[in-house]
């Protein structure tokens, strides 16, 4: 009697070191190069500033420690999605699939591939004709080195996450240097500028957005070493870690342009380098900032791809996006995918705006991801969970409403881009109830 040889499954091997540094790398891309700038702008002194980046952190922080106890509780590729699916059914678990995986993910590797060929020409001094040339070359890059599994993209994610800590340390050195011993000042009110505390509330959506990426874990969880333990344990410490670099980061601008300086500067990290060690220095950032942009790339077509994958194996997606290649045990299939779409949106240039129309999108998934937790703390109360959540139910709840908020607050101030964001969503629904009456009628 034959059986049926069983489908290639995932391998398991990350460390806690990969999958933190998975965290940092996942969190960590331009944004804290450039976003404190327009905090500042928003901010009436260094104090307020440097609360802002700590709230942000850690209402962060208790998002990552719900997504620890569900990455616990589900140790699969595909993370949120698998969340959705098993929590509240297969209709939510597509809309999460369809904005993410089919249109965020792609967007941000293309955005950002972008941003790393212009700091990486500019380190260079090549022409900007061959911006998109080099996006596209380090996105064939990352995913051919992906197509050989996962630990061939952990060592270029470790490599590349190093490089940019590196940077930031840089940049911290470089502020106390110029500060020289008027520390006192960075904290001192901007004279005949007051921002009142509920102005502030905006300020703080440019401060939650950089933050955001440490989903990208979860998304990988399939291949994670006694993952019941290193979820939560990199999590925990990856997050921490990117909370210190960005309060500390944040204190060097201060430092080292005051306030006001930071407020006004285009390029804070290049301003700040370049003031110590003049053009050099500004070459020197411009590298730090493409290495963090490379790896912030490696991670999201590594993510993106295990959940396409996860909707191939549903039938959600084409079945052959579904398959994991039996010698590498990667999904070589949705690897090629996503990096052939991001390319597409990197040539076209359309990357931007699909950003700008799924951030609202994304930031709900992760609002829906974490509410399965009193699902499962619910339906599954017999189920043991080696994690759990602390505070619970407060620290859930927290998180969930604080992005409502931020959410709201968005679709105010950028009332087109949230209500492009939900028509994006909306219009996964037909496209769900088509791909299902495909699929019967292939069956029959």
């Known amino acids: 009697m034959s059986t049926a040889p069983s489908r290639p499954t995932y391998l398991r091997r990350l460390g806690t070191w990969d999958a933190a540094m998975i965290v940092i790398g996942g969190v960590i891309g331009a944004g804290i190069f450039r976003t404190p700038a327009t905090i500042a702008e928003r901010t009436g002194s260094g104090t307020q500033l440097l609360t802002l980046w700590t709230l942000g952190g850690l209402l962060t922080l208790a998002g990552v420690l719900c997504y620890a106890e569900l990455g616990a509780r589900r140790p699969q590729a595909g993370g949120t999605y698998i969340y959705l699916r098993e929590a509240f059914g297969q209709l939510p678990a597509f809309l999460f699939g369809w904005t993410m995986a089919l249109i965020n993910y792609p967007g941000s590797v293309a955005a950002v591939a972008t941003t790393f060929a212009d700091y990486f020409c500019t380190a260079l001094g090549l022409s900007a004709i061959f911006i998109k040339p080099v996006a596209v070359g380090a996105i064939c890059f990352i995913v051919g080195v992906n197509l050989f599994g996962i630990r061939a993209g952990a060592w270029v994610q470790n490599i590349f996450t190093v490089l940019k800590l590196s940077a930031i340390a840089l940049l911290v050195v470089v502020g106390l240097v110029l500060a020289r011993g008027h520390l006192g000042l960075v904290l001192e009110p901007e004279p005949g500028r007051s921002v009142p505390p509920n102005a502030l509330f905006g300020a703080l959506l440019p401060v939650m957005f950089t933050?955001?990426?440490?989903?990208?874990?979860?998304?990988?969880?399939?291949?994670?070493?006694?993952?019941?333990?290193?979820?939560?344990?990199?999590?925990?410490?990856?997050?921490l870690?990117?909370?210190?670099?960005?309060?500390?980061?944040?204190?060097?601008?201060?430092?080292?342009?005051?306030?006001?300086?930071?407020?006004?500067?285009?390029?804070p990290a290049a301003d700040l380098v370049q003031r110590l060690f003049g053009t050099p220095g500004a070459t020197l950032i411009a590298l730090g900032i493409a290495c963090s942009t490379f790896g912030y790339c490696n991670i999201a077509i590594a993510g993106g791809a295990r959940v396409l994958q996860t909707m191939g194996a549903d039938g959600m997606f084409f079945s052959a996006v579904g398959r994991i290649d039996p010698q590498s045990r990667a999904p070589q299939v949705a690897l090629a995918t996503l990096g052939a779409w991001a390319i597409v949106l990197t040539l076209s240039g359309s990357f931007g705006q699909l950003l700008d129309y799924t951030t609202v999108?994304?930031?709900?998934?992760?609002?829906?991801?974490?509410?399965?937790?009193?699902?499962?703390?619910r339906h599954l109360a017999e189920?043991?969970?080696?994690?759990?959540?602390?505070?619970?139910?407060?620290?859930?709840?927290?998180?969930?409403?604080?992005?409502?908020?931020?959410?709201?607050?968005?679709?105010?101030?950028?009332?087109?881009?949230?209500?492009m964001s939900l028509l994006i969503i909306a219009l996964g629904v037909p496209?769900?109830?088509g791909w299902r009456w495909l699929e019967r009628q292939s069956a029959t």
């Open 211 to 239: 933050y955001g990426g440490f989903h990208y874990l979860n998304d990988l969880a399939g291949e994670v070493r006694e993952p019941q333990r290193t979820l939560p344990r990199a999590l925990g410490m990856g997050m």
């Open 241 to 267: 870690g990117v909370m210190i670099c960005y309060v500390l980061a944040n204190f060097a601008y201060l430092a080292g342009l005051g306030h006001s300086g930071l407020a006004a500067s285009h390029a």
């Open 361 to 377: 999108g994304e930031w709900l998934g992760h609002a829906a991801g974490i509410a399965t937790l009193f699902w499962y703390r």
């Open 383 to 419: 189920q043991p969970s080696p994690y759990r959540v602390p505070f619970y139910p407060w620290l859930p709840l927290l998180f969930v409403t604080t992005v409502l908020a931020v959410i709201a607050a968005t679709a105010i101030t950028e009332l087109r881009n949230a209500g």
């Open 431 to 433: 496209v769900y109830y």
